[in-house]
T-cell receptor, first 113, second 110 residues
Framework: DAGITQSPRHKVTETGTPVTLRCHQTENHRYMYWYRQDPGHGLRLIHYSYGVKDTDKGEVSDGYSVSRSKTEDFLLTLESATSSQTSVYFCAITPGGDNYGYTFGSGTRLTVV | GQQLNQSPQSMFIQEGEDVSMNCTSSSIFNTWLWYKQDPGEGPVLLIA?????ELTSNGRLTAQFGITRKDSFLNISASIPSDVGIYFC??????????FGTGTSLTVIP
């Protein structure tokens, strides 16, 4: 078990409110990722981090920001949530190195009403 | 961004039957991965492939890296009820970007 946990597991929020999702890992991996999963789209990369304070955008980064002040925590923030951001969000790490694929957390189901 | 074409989208099979699914891309990939996702959980890695033509097994699961490097296949033999779930392919292109398929939903009828 790579020791990756996400919180909260479920959240309902109102349009226009800020929301922060947390990903925590216990094994000091350098790379961490945030994906969203939507029907018909598979998993799409939002942002990723390659070290403390080192982050970069993914395919669907608009409306999202991230922060990584400690190796173990990677936060995803929706500054002003919209209904199009209703999704399941997954955090991932690459415990075997980038070529060996991801280990995913259990996900956060976010509903924006 | 690129999206992988995964087929079929869904399958309903009898327990004991074999299952085949595939994934294709429009560009060459260096790595192919197959994941399974149970309801309410994140995807779990089943098999990783790193070389064109490679055939790798994990129990009743067998996956192949297509020789064109633009496709991959997953077979499940003698399906059982716990095989139910969504199976995703993922591939890494020559620019080191990972892409995911849209998934194959598998239902096994006892």
């Amino acid at each position: 078990d790579a020791g990756i946990t996400q919180s909260p597991r479920h959240k309902v929020t109102e349009t226009g409110t800020p929301v922060t999702l947390r990903c925590h890992q216990t094994e000091n991996h350098r790379y961490m990722y945030w994906y969203r999963q939507d029907p018909g789209h598979g998993l799409r990369l939002i942002h990723y981090s390659y070290g403390v304070k080192d982050t970069d955008k993914g395919e669907v980064s608009d409306g999202y920001s991230v922060s990584r002040s400690k190796t173990e925590d990677f936060l995803l923030t929706l500054e002003s949530a919209t209904s199009s951001q209703t999704s399941v969000y997954f955090c991932a790490i690459t415990p075997g190195g980038d070529n060996y694929g991801y280990t995913f957390g259990s996900g956060t189901r976010l509903t924006v009403v | 961004g690129q999206q992988l074409n995964q087929s079929p989208q869904s399958m309903f099979i009898q327990e004991g039957e074999d299952v085949s699914m595939n994934c294709t891309s429009s560009s060459i990939f260096n790595t192919w991965l197959w994941y399974k996702q149970d309801p309410g959980e994140g995807p779990v890695l089943l098999i990783a492939l790193y070389k064109a033509g490679e055939l790798t097994s994990n129990g009743r699961l067998t996956a192949q890296f297509g020789i064109t490097r633009k496709d991959s296949f997953l077979n499940i033999s003698a399906s059982i009820p716990s095989d139910v779930g969504i199976y995703f392919c993922a591939g890494r292109d020559t620019g080191n970007q990972f892409y995911f398929g849209t998934g194959t939903s598998l239902t096994v009828i006892p």
